[in-house]
T-cell receptor
């Protein structure tokens, strides 16, 4: 699996958009970009994933650059409950020829402040 | 999302004893489950891939004789920490691949359990 690079920490004001960057310059053509987050002492929670198109769901938006070498996770209106460690992972999805295992980097600790 | 449970949520054991942690997929069948370990202020480290009906695949540096994995059914995988020592104290987390067939599991997503806090005294 390709490696990702994320800033170790970021702050965001409550109610503002949180933009979390991720570099994945060695991503392969069949690898997806996944975002998970982990709130203290809990299991990771899936947020969103994408291949090359921008994606949006009820939690966040994912913007992937045209060359796919970087992406940004956007939490449109951050709340205090969004304080967590956010992990950007690239991986080939689970299928007949691979297990789809996730390899976690160090992630970005997002602190949402009142 | 799909529900994955772990039992127990926390356990304290004495050095030299063995501890079994269960991971259950509650609303879909899983041929593959994963076990992670996380030390304080560190990221998750993949320990092994649990395969239903066959031997687990361990990551480099993980002792297979110390961390026994049994994936006895499509909804249950167990991790046994044998002869536990204080350095095995950690947060153990399992995860399951979604199968996209029924229930709330979506293909290409991976679902995590709530974790088990192990403390070895």
């Amino acid at each position: 699996d390709a490696k990702t690079t994320q800033p170790p920490s970021m702050d965001c004001a409550e109610g503002r958009a949180a933009n979390l960057p991720c570099n994945h310059s060695t991503i392969s053509g069949n690898e997806y970009v996944y975002w998970y987050r982990q709130i203290h002492s809990q299991g990771p929670q899936y947020i969103i994933h994408g291949l090359k198109n921008n994606e949006t769901n009820e939690m966040a938006s994912l913007i992937i650059t045209e060359d796919r070498k970087s992406s940004t996770l956007i939490l449109p209106h951050a709340t205090l409950r969004d304080t967590a460690v956010y992990y950007c992972i690239v991986r080939v999805p689970y299928g007949s020829s691979n297990t789809g295992k996730l390899i976690f980097g160090q992630g970005t600790t997002l602190q949402v402040k009142p | 999302g799909a529900v994955v449970s772990q039992h127990p949520s926390w356990v304290i054991c004495k050095s030299g004893t063995s501890v079994k942690i269960e991971c259950r997929s509650l609303d879909f069948q899983a041929t593959t489950m994963f076990w992670y370990r996380q030390f304080p202020k560190q990221s998750l480290m993949l320990m092994a891939t649990s395969n239903e009906g066959s031997k687990a695949t361990y990551e480099q540096g993980v002792e297979k004789d110390k961390f026994l994995i049994n994936h006895a059914s499509l909804t249950l995988s167990t991790l046994t920490v044998t002869s536990a020592h204080p350095e095995d104290s950690s947060f153990y987390i399992c995860s399951v691949n979604g199968r996209g067939t029924s229930g709330r599991a979506k293909l290409r997503e991976q679902y995590f359990g709530p974790g088990t806090r192990l403390t070895v005294t």
